[in-house]
């Protein structure tokens, strides 16, 4: 599997990849960061560690126990046509790739749309997230009916993570842009939800209420564009996060669907930079759509890089960082 190639000839990329390895190989990075846990006696002691004197945080989150997500799938096949450029999600692609892997999350892939569905047939779906920025479904996974691989996915207890679209309104059939199908009474088959309770605006939107502090403090969660998001009242089981309008539309959304879990996150892809680490924060944390913050913990790699917490009485998942808004390292503990 490979991204399709872009403008750059292969014997440049091969001349690029020399050099810049000559340099690491002569000028290692000289900044190195870790986190080691060890749990005893009903606690877990932690401790930082880094060349540079930074700012830590420490999460912990009560959730359902029904989701450990191991692998993420970014889907990329242009053989399907997309509401979002395949530029643009392909740059996304080698970004998020960037953050999950600060974050010590290694099990990032991309496939086409047959190696998905032939994944999505073997794969444990409550360990696997497929993550779509494209606006638009292939129909070998989703073709507007309940009897296909996506709702299936879903049943069976998997995750999905929608970026920048409106969440199964769009079905693509090939390869130009008048292949792309729209379908009726989506919402009602993912959420019970009426289909205007997901959002598919022509002009970006905002909102500027808060919502959710504990998640936005504790992991310095920031999303306010709803263009693509969700009407909170039209769900039962749902986590909010980042901002909501007046009217209730969430900028990001964790909830329910089946008997899995979709992550709605409502920003334009146009503007992928300035939320991708935002993602990758929340997909790392291990949060699902009944988490709850249980304590957060702020230290200094200096100061003071270690400290413990008690083993909560419930499902959770632990979750360090080092930084603030753009962490250069993070681990969740297994």
């Known amino acids: 599997m490979r991204i399709p190639d872009k403008s750059i000839t292969l014997p440049v990329i091969l001349v690029v990849f020399i050099i810049l390895g000559a340099v690491f190989a002569y000028n290692p990075s000289p900044y190195t960061h870790g986190l080691d846990y060890d749990v005893h006696d009903g606690v877990v002691d932690y401790q930082f560690s880094s060349t540079i004197g930074m700012e830590t945080h420490m999460v912990i989150f009560s959730n359902s126990g029904l ?35 600060v974050r010590s999350f290694d099990g990032f892939i991309y496939c086409t749309a047959q190696e998905m569905s032939d994944l999505m047939s073997i794969a444990d779906p409550s360990k696997t997230a497929l993550m779509f920025a494209s606006g638009s479904f292939p129909d070998l996974i989703y073709d507007g009916k309940a009897e296909c691989p996506l709702v299936d996915w879903l049943n069976r207890g998997g995750v999905v993570v929608n970026i920048s679209g409106c969440f199964g309104k769009y079905v693509s059939h090939g ?25 598919d605006g022509d002009t970006r939107r905002y909102a500027d209420y808060e919502c959710n502090e504990d998640v936005r403090d504790s992991l310095n969660f920031m999303m306010n564009e709803i263009t693509y998001g969700v009407d909170l009242a039209w769900l039962d089981d749902r986590l909010p996060l980042g901002y909501v309008d007046e009217e209730g539309i969430s900028a990001a959304t ?16 146009s503007s992928h930079v300035h939320f991708d680490y935002h993602i990758a924060q929340i997909i790392v944390a291990g949060l699902d759509y009944t988490s709850k913050l249980i304590e957060s913990i702020d230290g200094h790699t200096r100061a003071d890089p270690s400290g413990s917490f008690s083993i909560p009485d419930c499902s959770y998942t632990a979750y ?8 250069v390292f993070g681990l969740r503990m297994s």
Request: proline share 5%; charged share 25%.
């Open 67 to 101: 989701f450990d997500i191991e692998t993420v799938v970014f889907y990329v096949d242009h053989g399907y046509a997309s509401r979002n450029p395949w530029g643009l999600q392909e740059e996304m692609y080698e970004d998020m790739e960037m953050h999950l892997s």
């Open 175 to 199: 390869p130009d842009p008048s292949d792309i199908e729209e379908i009726e009474d989506f919402g009602d088959m993912f959420a019970e939800a009426d289909d205007d309770a997901f959002m």
């Open 254 to 269: 964790l909830f329910k669907s089946g008997n899995g879990m979709v992550m709605n996150f409502g920003a334009s892809l």
């Open 320 to 327: 360090g960082f080092i930084g603030d808004i753009r962490p």
